[in-house]
């Protein structure tokens, strides 16, 4: 089965949810049109140029509407579903009050899986509409405005969510309830290691894979207390403040804007970090030996730090 009639009969099942989707038959009529309209007005061996106003007016600004509402829509049911899943104490009683804790084990693995599905079969489906639009045109224009919507942080795969609902599943699979009978898009997803290094990993349909690297690009080990900055790159909370010039005891969001990710160089990526805690409790369970060794070395780092902080607090008070 071609993937443009799966993907349809994937969002038709979807319906209820009101997700939103990548319009790919809307999109296949753009670019069937700019080869028409191109085969009449250039030679036929020639296909429409690189600056083309049939497309470029109307499949690019179409596409990424399109991508910012799939992008906003996950973001926003993943992060109310963790939140529900992580709330303890007087957070999980008020949540319990207003109606929102109702769920079991069981409910909780399906929506977060239904929700990886979502983000990882629309991203396969943009990411086959730009092919398909570089390959009609000969061109690059696909690529660098993937590259582009990066920067804008409107790909999918850069969501910290994604990364947090992933771990999310396989916690829940493995420690809660026994694994439900897969769908036929959603194979498997779990933690692999390659040469000590771990990744997570999505299997989907057509043997299509997904693979989020677990290490961290500053200390080159596996990421502990993982962040995630804004443009998507995850390292580990006492290298990220390193990186941003701060103390552990002020913490990310005092970073200044100007400061930059070590990978991409995009500058106020820090202030809106986020927290991994799924994928934390994953790696915490699934390394126990590099964990307990990582817990006795940040321990001694982060009381050093805060011992710097409050010795600089006294000078400052008694004017020293």
Not at 88 to 117: M, R
């Amino acid at each position: 089965m071609k993937f443009c009639k799966k993907y349809q009969e994937y969002m038709q099942g979807q319906q209820q949810k009101k997700l939103p989707e990548v319009g790919l038959k809307k999109l296949k009529k753009i670019l069937k049109k700019c080869r028409r309209d191109s085969s009449q007005s250039h030679k036929p061996s020639q296909t429409c140029p690189n600056q083309c106003t049939v497309c470029d007016g109307t499949f690019f600004p179409s596409l990424l509407s399109e991508m910012s509402e799939i992008v906003g829509c996950f973001n926003e049911r993943a992060q109310k579903l963790l939140e529900l899943h992580l709330a303890s104490g007087f957070k999980k009683y008020i949540l319990w009050f207003k109606g929102k804790v109702h769920k079991n084990h069981t409910a909780l693995i399906q929506e977060g899986e239904d929700l990886v599905t979502y983000a990882l079969i629309n991203a396969i489906a943009i990411r086959k509409i730009l092919k398909k639009y570089d390959k009609i045109h000969y061109s690059k224009q696909g690529q660098l405005f993937k590259s582009q919507i990066q920067t804008m942080h409107k790909e999918i795969l850069q969501s910290p969510w994604l990364c947090e609902l992933m771990a999310f599943h396989i916690n829940l699979r493995e420690t809660k309830v026994e694994s439900r009978k897969e769908t036929a898009l959603f194979d498997e997803c779990r933690l692999t290691f390659k040469d000590g290094k771990p990744s997570l990993t999505c299997d989907l349909f057509d043997s299509i894979k997904i693979d989020l690297d677990l290490t961290c690009s500053i200390c080159l080990d596996t990421v502990f207390d993982p962040v995630s900055l804004t443009c998507g790159h995850i390292f580990c909370y006492i290298c990220a403040c390193s990186a941003a010039s701060v103390s552990i005891v002020d913490g990310l969001k005092a970073a200044n804007p100007k400061e930059k990710c070590p990978l991409c160089r995009e500058r106020a990526v820090y202030e809106g970090a986020v927290h991994l805690e799924e994928l934390n409790i994953l790696l915490g369970r699934s390394c126990q030996e590099y964990w307990k060794q990582r817990l006795q070395s940040e321990r001694v780092e982060r009381i050093k730090q805060i011992k710097e902080h409050w010795d600089s607090q006294c000078r400052g008070i008694m004017g020293v």
